[in-house]
């Protein structure tokens, strides 16, 4: 049974720091490639940062370049997003993706709130 659970959102200020983290099972971890995804309120979900398996190249939306640091363990089957210097806008429910070729999973989401 494919699991990805996400932890770590939360409430933080502006210009405050949060790590969220994404457990995965069920599946080979170390042969997907890894993302976060953040839905705000009354927008479409989009692409924050992206990991391929083998390599570690990263890729950054350009709104969250040099705050954000996505990073991997594939011995813990984990991957992670370190969020510094936040902002108000990246309020959101942020979510693990996992994908290989068709092979496409979610995790549920964690909420990030960034206000004072």
């Known amino acids: 049974q494919v699991q990805l659970v996400e932890s770590g959102g939360g409430l933080v200020q502006p210009g405050g720091s949060l790590r969220l983290s994404c457990a995965a099972s069920g599946f080979t971890f170390s042969t997907y490639v890894m993302s976060w995804y953040r839905q705000a309120p009354g927008k479409e979900r989009e692409l924050v940062a992206i990991?391929?398996?083998?390599?570690?190249?990263?890729n950054y939306a350009d709104s969250v370049k040099d705050r954000f640091t996505i990073g991997r363990d594939n011995a813990k089957n984990t991957v992670y997003l370190q969020m510094n210097s936040l902002k108000p806008e990246d309020t959101a429910v942020y979510y693990c993706?996992?994908?290989?070729?068709?092979?496409?999973?979610w995790g549920q989401g964690t909420q990030v709130t960034v206000s004072s």
């Open positions: 993706n996992a994908k290989r070729a068709t092979l496409i999973y």
């Open positions: 990991m391929t398996s083998i390599g570690g190249v990263t």
